[in-house]
């Protein structure tokens, strides 16, 4: 073999969990973390929360603790590449949101959903996309108002089946009226508002896999139509959901082509 990628990076360990307990996380390398449900807590001084959709990264040792039920998604990625990468991290757990890098939860669940049939080198493709998908990342937002963050959370994990802000505030046990004004206050937008963009990344999410029709993704996202989720796709994104399903898919073909050639590179370095 002319080059061994694993060196540039690698999968070294994964978890995909639903912890009961506290977990420990060690092993040389960079740590990235998805809290897909639920909210989990990081020891520390100060402590750190992390609810649904935060990203976290770090390097070294760290222990999180579940808040009621949460799932989380964990890989551990060596080699120089993740070393060079934490160099520019600040120390201790680094909490980003998810949404400013949509694409690290799908590269995620690719290294989750079939790790020991992946051959390494595709691993290591998957990995390296990652890492270049989180560069985008951003810090997550402050601490929010204990109403906001239950809302938050509850639209990032239930908006599929939510009918509206009306439910949401019965849930939440507090009026409309209160609801919207703490949450406007709180995030800058209306918590129906922030429902349809929650859909809208989840659709985004969808549409870049070939085998779901615009009526399945529709059901998927909450809602209620094809024709409803074109409309609404269009006016949040600016094109609908053909052509961004079309532009997904050739950046898909386009990054795994960026990967390799990135991979060729270093051998003459």
Request: glycine share 10%.
């Amino acid at each position: 073999m002319l080059y061994d990628q694993t060196g540039t990076i690698c999968l070294a360990e994964l978890r995909d969990v639903a912890p009961e307990a506290a977990l420990t996380f060690a092993g040389s390398g960079l740590w990235v973390l998805l809290v897909s449900s639920g909210q989990c807590r990081f020891a520390g001084n100060p402590p750190q929360q992390a609810g649904a959709g935060t990203l976290a990264l770090w390097g070294g040792p760290a222990q999180l603790t579940p808040i009621g039920g949460c799932h989380i998604l964990a890989a551990r990625l060596d080699g120089r590449a993740p070393g060079d990468f934490l160099a520019g991290l600040p120390a201790g757990i680094f909490l980003a949101r998810g949404e400013s890098c949509p694409g690290a939860a799908e590269l995620l669940r690719q290294l989750a959903d079939a790790p020991v049939q992946h051959s390494t080198k595709l691993q290591s493709q998957v990995a390296f996309s990652l890492l270049c998908e989180l560069a985008d990342a951003d810090a997550a937002a402050p601490v929010l108002p204990g109403l906001v963050e239950s809302a938050v959370a509850d639209i990032r994990q239930n908006y599929a089946g939510l009918y509206g802000v009306e439910e949401l505030s019965e849930r939440l046990g507090v009026s409309k009226s209160h609801l919207v004004r703490a949450f406007h206050a709180a995030m800058g937008v209306s918590p129906g508002k922030y429902l349809t963009s929650v859909r809208v990344e989840a659709a985004k999410r969808l549409l870049a896999h070939r085998e779901y029709n615009l009526d399945v993704i529709a059901s998927l996202c909450g809602f209620s139509g094809a024709n409803y989720l074109c409309r609404v796709f269009r006016r949040e994104t600016g094109v609908s959901p053909a052509a961004w399903r079309a532009a997904a898919i050739a950046a898909q073909r386009g990054g795994r082509a960026a990967v390799q050639t990135a991979l060729e590179k270093e051998l003459y370095v």
